[in-house]
């Protein structure tokens, strides 16, 4: 080792120089979440969200309530033109004598007016030997031999006219008429015809339901342009976007407050539990089994009662309540089995022994590190939380009609599934699209909050 | 501790290396012993439930080899003891293995039963009973089980609901309120096949009230031998109908199996029917119809475009119920008010809720309390009878609603509470029910959605303005609707008081004379609707799907229904 | 050891008494008749009723005969099916559930921790992502989408394949297991996926870890010995209520795949206000879970050596 080997230091060069501004705990974090795109879009998604709920209705004014019966369940795609016609009036129908012959089924069928939604009338021939008829209609062409679709009525009496007005949507309807014998059993033959039902509207029921700017120029017979309904509308024929922004506004309320709280008042429970052990520990873990026990369904009941909401209010706050009263030992058990294993840790006997705090040894140690399942409960706390809400609304506990929420529009779309899809599929996604990008921000949250984790990325 | 300041700069990404083959290899025997394990839990399981009997036997709708159809029912029967039952399965499974002394025929007409024949007149009579009738453990059918049978049911002991059924017979109401000994109910057996029965007073309909459940007979010895739990399971119970229950897994099935001890058993075709599954989901019932394991499915709106898409053999029935909004009459009430109710009943729109809300075919727009299949005089109660028309009037309804705003003092009025319960079915129409009369009439309506007994509960005490509520048939007459809104009538839920409808029930209760019963029922349908004591909304009815190899199902509106005893397999016609 | 098992299982049944005295008082306070019908009950019917079920006692009497048949094993009878036991019904019904129940929580369990070290071990890389987009879609979906969308696919498999694959409702073989208990599990499984996978993480960045890492141990053999273990440890955490949580929670997957099983009853009991099927499956569900807990942490201080009974 040489003299050369060493040489003192100029006292005015800068030694210590930080290649980065000192960042406090929370300024990490936000950069890490930052870097973390997944993460971040999903903070996004989650503020479009609460914007789509709160801010939306601005900009899309259609009342959520408002029930347009003309045109249910519809999907966005189906054709937006109307015919207007003239109000409905009752229909006496036609009679007519039986005819000499040996036919049994009618001989002509035919439409009287135009085939519209408000109402489809025919009227056919008689048959000699009938007693009466039955009229039938399919949704698919029915080939010979098969059944005839749905039976929508029986006529007797000479009257040979049915007029249709059940739920008759704007699509092709294969009408058939089937003569009775004097016994009132179907002959084997039909007549079947072909309809094209159009979707039609009155000039007043257009003015009411705001389909045209210039009421003027509606005139019976020409065609107008309904509004479009961008996700469809609903079995009452309520907009499905309008719809899905009130339900937002309930879902996420529910979805986001009360794991919130219950995953915090687990945590704190459960820490408590964790840290302090022996017969404290015993004796509130008893407590959190007794209240994991407890009937839901019931509790839920008398919180309503307790609160004194009477009927047809909303029962939203009862339910959060509820929620988190009956929900935080989840969270507490995870969050005391966390403790347990980390206070076995070597850091935390080290920064014991370093005489720290119990306060700061749970918030700086244990807490941190138990951050991870909190996350994972809360992000999976979110969907159960919605659903329960639907749950609790459909049995008539939870938000009361005809006020909206995700999961009850869930419920409602479930029946119709095969139908009439969109009134299932698009509730469901605003659903999942929100809890994935939960699930993506707790990871990030996560990722960005426990300094052992950044290098994971 | 410098490096936690760096967050920015290229992480040494120390665990993205390569995927160790090792931990991979590792996890996946992990996973074949996950596998195997399940594997062995799941043949374990299957074990333990093949030894036990809880098991569905995986039949086809329709079996040929051993002559039995497949079915569902909604629910578990919660009470196969005649004297006590109230729900339809109860009564559905009843009427296939028990008879009373009348019972229902193939085109809904009642026929002789237990019963070979009867002489009545007005307040009593005697029933023969036929000596070739056995109970299912071969011993026979007595006069003596019709009287044990009805005096259990009044013995106030036994506590049964239906009791009031059994109220036309003499004493039989004052012994139900323990006034009397049950022998002084008048029904008497003078010989083991003869029965004689007095009655209360004249009832001209008593002879249909004998094939409904509660008037079935009850073997007293057997029925002493049970222990108090006759009724309980398929060992705690005879039959004397042309069907026996083989099996009952509660909560799973019943199995019905062809009665040899059944005295017209020649009539009967079926070896089987099998209640295979308890269901009451209507997709699920539909799925199990659409691989063929079930020969009967109900339809709703919902499914409805399924079940014509596959083409399948669609009909429609009519069951008999109607269903109303009951206005709630306690003077405490704005639904008191006449020109309210007025108003309600003006915009009040029963063809737009059946074709627009309810969207399924069967249902009829509601006109009067009575619905179309009650006979009347000759035919039918409402050719003779139709009632008077109802017209929509928004206009009228808005003067009478400021007539009412006026009586009442008031310059709005406070919002409405609709009760209604948790079913999908009541949830659409009570928000169609809310938007109507906001829009049309500016009345703001609260929905009060109550699960089952909190709902029944409210409805007793009267805590509601408007209740959606309906009405099935107990007997086939026009008084089981008529008398329904008479003042002491307990189901009548909003208290309406009319002296006049009161007056005219009471005829219809005692007159023997058809014209004067269905006049005075014709009063009643006129008061109903003039003084809005009710909205009618619709009678229901149903559709549904049924195999086309099954024939001979009955269907009616009062009685068991469907009813499965004459029915039988044809061979599949062109499938 | 077993001092310490008989302690618990005090406390259990202290916690159980609880749950009885808590729930039976609520239900007796609950707006709602349970005898009443929808057709009206006359007041001579309806005390001739009361009479018979005791409802006509006041109530401190009713909660004493109540616990004292409790204590015997008597849960009373049911309301709605008059002639069944209590204790008949869920003799018959809850191993049904339990079945169901115990099949869903292996599918849910072995699955879980399967996937979640799968996710764990290829992290960032493709099978994790498809997996937890999977899980995500696992849990926003509710159960009873699940449930129907489950019996379509049956319906349609069997008519395409012209015979009975597997059965589309009923209950009795394996075969009529198989797709509830997939349905019932398939949330609890995507919960524990994620939990599982989190927790592997963490560990891979403890201390232990690192040390025997750095000792040269084999990768495979820190992955099975040092992480899966005790990785596993909140999933077990989690397990407990779980249980009850699926055997209890069955009621929709019971009531589309028409299963037999308690889920059923006690959902139709709330309703009913039948309060003997509510006071003894609450009770019944009470002790089962309490005695799940208990086991759950017997099998934590077995998985891990660190965690002592006391």
């Known amino acids: ?175 058939s008429v089937v003569a009775l014998d004097e016994r009132g059993e179907e002959f084997p033959e039909a007549t079947t015809i072909e309809v094209e039902a159009v979707f039609a509207t009155t000039v007043a029921n257009a003015i009411e339901r705001g389909y045209v700017s210039n009421p003027e120029s509606l005139s019976v017979g020409s065609t107008i342009h309904v509004p479009l309904h961008p996700f469809g509308t609903d079995y009452l024929g309520r907009d499905m976007l309008a719809r899905l922004m009130e339900g937002a506004r309930i879902s996420l309320f529910i979805g986001i407050v009360a794991p919130f709280l219950f995953v915090i008042a687990g945590v704190v429970y459960g820490s408590i539990a964790g840290f302090l052990g022996g017969n404290l520990d015993h004796v509130l873990m008893r407590f959190a089994d007794f209240v994991i026990a407890l009937p839901f369904l019931l509790f839920m009941i008398l919180f309503k009662l307790l609160f004194g909401i009477g009927p047809g209010e ?144 | 501790m410098s490096d936690t300041l760096i967050p920015s700069s290229p992480p040494a990404k120390p665990f993205k290396e390569e995927v160790s083959r090792g931990s991979a290899w590792q996890l996946a025997k992990y996973a074949l012993v996950g596998l195997l394990f399940f594997v062995v839990l799941l043949a374990l399981l299957g074990l333990v439930t093949a030894n036990s009997a809880a098991g569905t036997r995986s039949t086809s709708a329709v079996d040929y080899a051993t002559n039995t159809i ?138 249909k009230l004998l094939a409904f459940f509660t008037y079935y007979p009850i073997n007293k010895e057997f029925y002493l031998s049970t222990g108090g739990r006759y009724g309980a399971d398929a060992e705690d119970l005879i039959y004397n109908g042309p069907f026996r229950i ?68 669609i009909q429609e029935h009519v069951d008999g119920s109607v269903f109303f909004l009951e206005l709630n009459h306690r003077p405490d009430r704005l639904t008191s008010n006449y020109n309210l109710r007025k108003a309600l009943q003006l915009v009040h729109d029963p063809a737009e809720l059946v074709y627009k809300v309810m969207k399924l075919p069967g249902n009829l727009p509601g006109e009067s309390i009575f619905p179309v299949w009650l006979r009347g005089v000759h035919g039918s109660f409402r050719d003779e009878y139709p009632g008077p028309r109802f017209v929509q009037d928004e206009v009228k309804a808005r003067e009478h609603l400021a007539m009412a705003l006026d009586e009442l003092g008031l310059d709005e009025l406070p919002p ?92 219809a209760q005692s007159s023997s004379d058809p014209v004067e019963r269905m006049e005075a029922m014709d009063q009643v349908q006129k008061i109903l609707h003039d003084d809005v004591a009710i909205l009618v909304q619709y009678e229901r009815g149903s559709v549904y799907v049924s195999d086309s190899r099954v024939k001979g199902v009955s269907r009616r509106a009062v009685g068991t229904d469907p009813d499965y005893t004459r029915a039988y397999i044809v061979q599949e016609e062109n499938e | 050891m077993i001092r310490y098992v008989l302690w618990r299982l005090l406390q259990g049944v202290i916690t159980v008494w609880f749950i009885a005295t808590a729930t039976f008082f609520v239900m007796h306070n609950l707006p709602g008749d349970p005898l009443a019908d929808e057709k009206a009950v006359s007041p001579e019917i309806r005390e001739n009723l009361e009479k018979k ?29 008059e002639n069944r036991e209590v204790n008949a019904i869920i003799r018959d019904h809850f191993p049904v559930s339990a079945i169901l129940g115990v099949l869903a929580i292996v599918i849910a369990g072995v699955g879980g921790i399967l996937w979640g070290a799968l996710t764990a071990l290829y992290r960032n890389r493709w099978p994790d992502v498809v997996i937890i987009l999977l899980v995500i879609l696992g849990i926003s979906v509710p159960s009873f989408v699940f449930a129907t969308v489950g019996q379509l696919a049956l319906v349609t498999i069997n008519n395409i394949a012209g015979f009975q694959v597997l059965p589309v409702a009923g209950w009795g073989t394996v075969a009529h297991m198989l797709v509830p208990a997939l349905v019932l ?111 759950v942490d017997i099998l934590y201080a077995v998985v891990d050596p660190r965690v002592r009974l006391e």
């Open chain 1, 314 to 457: 909303s029962g939203i706050l009862p339910m959060l309540v509820a929620l988190v009263l009956l929900s935080w030992p989840g969270a507490a058990r995870l969050v005391r089995g966390e403790i347990l294993k980390i206070r076995e840790e070597g850091y935390v006997d080290a920064s014991r022994l370093l005489g720290t705090h119990t306060s700061r040894l749970i918030m700086r140690h244990m807490i941190p590190n138990t951050m991870g399942v909190v996350l994972v409960t809360f992000t999976f706390a979110v969907p159960s939380a919605i659903f329960t809400e639907a749950f609790l609304s459909f049995i008539g506990m939870g938000v009361t009609a005809p006020t909206a929420s995700w999961g009850s529009m869930c419920n409602d779309g479930i029946k119709t599934m095969e139908s009439t899809p969109h009134e299932l599929i698009f509730p469901a996604l605003f659903i999942s699209v929100t809890v994935l990008a939960f699930n993506l921000l707790g990871d990030g949250l996560r990722d960005a909050l426990d300094a052992r984790m950044r290098y994971g990325e």
């Open chain 3, 53 to 81: 079920l005791g409802l006509d006692k006041p109530i401190v009497v009713q909660y004493g005969l109540y616990m004292w048949n409790m204590v015997q094993g008597d849960f009373g009878l049911s309301f709605t099916e």
């Open chain 1, 1 to 175: 080792m040489s003299e050369l080997s060493f040489k003192p230091v100029s006292l005015g060069a800068d030694v210590e120089q930080r290649s980065r501004p000192s960042l406090s705990y929370w300024q990490d974090a936000w950069l890490r979440l930052q870097a973390n795109k997944r993460a971040f879009v999903s903070l996004f998604v989650v503020v479009g969200m609460v914007l789509f709920a709160f801010v939306g209705p601005v900009f899309w004014r259609i009342d959520p309530h408002a029930q347009d019966l003309d045109q249910t369940s519809k999907p966005p795609w189906e054709d937006r033109r109307a015919l207007i016609v003239a109000p409905y009036q009752p229909w006496s129908g036609v009679s007519a004598s039986s005819p000499e012959g040996d036919y049994v089924a009618p001989r002509s069928l035919e439409i009287v007016g135009d085939a519209t939604t408000t109402f489809v009338r025919l009227v056919w021939d008689p048959v000699p030997v009938a007693s009466g008829y039955r009229i039938y209609r399919q949704i698919v062409e029915p080939q010979s031999g098969e059944p005839l679709g749905l039976p929508l009525g029986t006529v007797h009496d000479g009257s040979v006219s049915f007029e249709d007005r059940l739920d008759i949507r704007p699509r092709t309807y294969w009408y």
């Open chain 2, 70 to 207: 497949t079915l569902t029912l909604s629910s578990e029967p919660p009470q196969l003891n005649s004297t006590r039952s109230t729900d339809m399965v109860s009564g559905m499974v009843l009427g296939h293995v028990m008879e009373g002394l009348l019972r229902f025929g193939p085109d809904n007409n009642l026929i002789p039963g237990i019963a070979e024949s009867w002489e009545l007149d007005e307040l009593g009579g005697t029933f023969r009973i036929r000596s070739d009738a056995y109970w299912s453990n071969g011993t026979q059918v007595t006069a003596h089980d019709f009287v044990f049978a009805w005096q259990t049911a009044v013995n106030p002991e036994t506590a049964s609901q239906y009791a009031f059924i059994l109220f036309p017979i003499k004493n039989g109401q004052r012994i139900n309120e323990g006034e009397l000994p049950i022998e002084e109910l008048g029904a008497r057996a003078l010989d083991d096949f003869t029965l004689e029965v007095e009655l209360e007073q004249a009832t001209p309909y008593f002879l």
């Open chain 3, 185 to 295: 599990g398939l949330g609890t499984m995507a919960f524990l996926t994620r939990l599982m996978r989190t927790s592997m993480l963490e560990i891979v960045s403890s201390d232990f870890v690192r040390t025997a890492k750095a000792k040269g141990v084999p990768t495979a053999q820190i992955f099975s010995r040092h992480q899966l273990r005790n990785a596993v440890l909140p999933v077990i955490t989690v397990l407990g209520p779980s249980i009850a949580g699926i055997t209890t929670g069955g009621f929709v997957v019971e009531n589309v795949f028409g299963i037999p099983g308690l889920g059923r009853y006690f959902v139709l009991a709330v309703q009913q206000n039948d309060y003997g099927v509510i006071m003894g499956t609450t009770v019944f569900y009470g002790a089962f879970l309490v005695l799940m807990v208990i086991l």
């Open chain 2, 416 to 507: 409405l509470m609709f009760l209604t319960g948790d079913n999908p079915v009541s949830n659409k129409q009570s928000e169609y029910y809310q938007r109507l009369y906001k829009e049309k009439l500016g009345i703001e309506v609260k929905i009060d959605k109550q699960i089952f007994k909190q709902r029944l509960a409210k409805m007793t005490s009267g805590d509601f303005d408007i209740v959606a509520a309906g009405w099935g048939p107990d007997y086939d007459d026009v008084l089981t609707f008529g008398d329904l809104f008479a003042s002491w009538n307990a189901n009548n839920r909003g208290r309406y008081e009319n002296p006049e409808l009161d007056k005219h029930v009471a005829i």
């Open chain 2, 246 to 313: 083989a099996s009952w897994v509660h909560g799973a099935s019943v199995r019905l199996e062809k009665n040899e001890y059944y005295w017209n058993r020649d009539e009967t075709k079926l070896d089987a029917i099998d209640f295979a599954y308890i269901l009451n989901d209507a997709n699920a019932v539909l799925n199990l119809f659409a691989t063929r394991k079930i020969v009967f499915a109900g339809l709703n709106s919902e499914n409805l475009d399924r079940a014509l898409k596959n083409r399948w053999r």
